[in-house]
């Protein structure tokens, strides 16, 4: 009699033998691969639930690397990898446009993006494709996390229907934003709105040596911004420089608390293309502290007005506005300027300025409020003939500035105790020097 043997069954060494004796083989490689498929999917379970319920995702901090002939080829990719804690380091030699740029953050916390410098490139470029839809048609990199920290980063470039296209977008509660997002070293330019955030109250915003320029849709319109803050609870704005917006704000800020300090917010531009509506806005009020800043309002300004608090009603318990040691220059030849603006409306709204210099003409303070003011010095000339290079928006002293040299007061502290004296001085561009202490205090924002 002739017997059909398997392939399987003479692999595994077993003998002729009798029907029987092959049907019992048979069945005893059948429990065999049984018993192996059982083990295969046990396994598979229990490897599936470890990842589900994060076991084997816990491991140390590491840092992952994105650019050529790095660990991954875009942003988005690395962040897939990433676990909490995790750095990212995103090497300028890549080249990240459109969907290699785009990103979501979302869903891992406490991760830090850093751009690293290659050869002449500073700085890592993220650049929108017109043709690609931005994240959410919001913004090229979206945050809807908490902890996230972006440094050394360049956004480009983007657009959206809305018209208010963003370099980065924080986003809202829903989106998961929250906590602490920092962003330093980061230049925006060409997008409509180049940088702003939803409204999220969980949110503590710092900015710290940011450039933001060519923000605004450049329709004249003023709903595009170089930096938008939304109603979040802290916004802190240092050692930036915001220029060049194509009539949008220079900075607007609805937080509940804003420290803006040490910073250059300047219209220059050499054609009405370029002119901010206001320097600073803080529409909704809440305690504003503005301290050691450089303003130029330019001579094509259609808003007449440089600072702006309150304006669009006061919806935050804060109703204090601290305007201390700033360098404000008004080159628009206008006598209906406005240095500092508020409503109409009463709103129990309290505005201390001190230590300021104030050049150009223009009325220093419009609307209701309780005005607190000391030391501050005003020139009808935009030029006071005292700065370093006016032209060049140098607001440093020279020695001929003995109208402001030690002419200034103690700044004291705000109702809540936060001081407010000046501490540091911006230099061009987009960093700081600790400010001296030379006698009495300097009014403006530069101590000789
Ligand atoms: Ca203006
Ligand atoms: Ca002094």
Redesign the pocket.
């Known amino acids: 009699m002739c017997y059909l043997i398997t392939e399987k069954s003479r692999t595994i060494g077993f003998e002729l033998g009798s029907t029987r004796n092959i049907k019992i083989k048979e069945m005893t490689i059948m429990k065999m691969r049984l018993l192996i498929s059982k083990i295969l999917l046990v396994t598979l379970v229990m490897t599936s639930c470890i990842s589900i319920f994060g076991v084997i995702s816990v491991r140390a901090a590491s840092t992952l690397t994105v650019g050529p002939g790095k660990m991954y080829a875009t942003p988005k990719a690395a962040y897939t990898a990433a676990v909490a804690g995790d750095t990212i380091e995103i090497y300028a030699d890549g080249t990240y446009f459109g969907t290699n740029a785009y990103l979501l953050i979302q869903g891992k916390n406490d991760i830090t993006f850093r751009g690293v410098a290659v050869g002449t490139a500073a700085r890592p470029k993220m650049q929108a494709d017109p043709h690609a839809s931005i994240i959410f048609g919001q913004a090229i990199w979206v945050i809807g996390a908490q902890g996230i920290t972006v440094d050394n980063i360049e956004f480009d470039n983007a657009t959206s229907t809305s018209k208010n296209g963003a370099g980065i977008k924080v986003g809202t509660p829903t989106d998961g934003a929250g906590g602490n997002i920092t962003i330093t070293n980061c230049f925006f330019y060409n997008n409509q709105t180049n940088f702003i955030t939803a409204a999220n109250a969980n949110v503590n915003l710092t900015m710290l040596n940011c450039e933001f320029s060519d923000g605004g849709y450049g329709s004249r319109s003023d709903q595009e911004h170089n930096c938008y803050v939304g109603d979040i609870n802290t916004f802190t704005l240092r050692y930036s420089y915001s220029h060049n917006v194509k009539n949008g704000m220079l900075v607007k800020t609805r937080a509940q608390t804003s420290y803006i300090e040490y910073n250059r917010l300047t219209d220059e531009g050499t054609s009405n293309t370029y002119t901010s509506n206001y320097n600073i806005d803080v529409p909704n009020a809440g305690d504003a502290y503005i301290i050691g800043n450089l303003f130029e309002q330019n001579q094509y300004s259609t808003n007449y007005t440089l600072l702006s608090y309150c304006m669009e009603g006061a919806p935050h318990t804060g109703r204090n506005c601290y305007i201390i040691n700033n360098t404000v220059v008004n080159d628009l030849n206008q006598a209906t300027s406005v240095f500092m603006r508020t409503p109409t409306t009463d709103y129990g709204l309290t505005v201390t300025y001190k230590n300021n210099i104030f050049t150009g003409v223009g009325t220093l303070t419009s609307g209701i409020a309780t005005w607190v003011q000391s030391n501050n010095y005003t020139n009808t000339s935009p030029d006071p003939g005292f700065f370093v290079n006016k032209a060049a928006f140098d607001y440093r002293l020279t020695s001929a500035a003995t109208a402001v040299?030690?002419m200034g007061v103690s700044p004291g502290t705000s109702y809540s105790g936060y001081s407010l004296t000046p501490v540091q001085q911006y230099i061009q561009k987009c960093s700081s020097l600790a400010r001296p202490v030379?006698?009495?205090?300097?009014i403006g924002a530069y101590?000789?």
Do not use: K, P, V
């Not at 030379?438 to 300097?442: A, C, K, L, P, R």
């Open positions: 040299i030690n030379n006698g009495t205090i300097d101590e000789y």
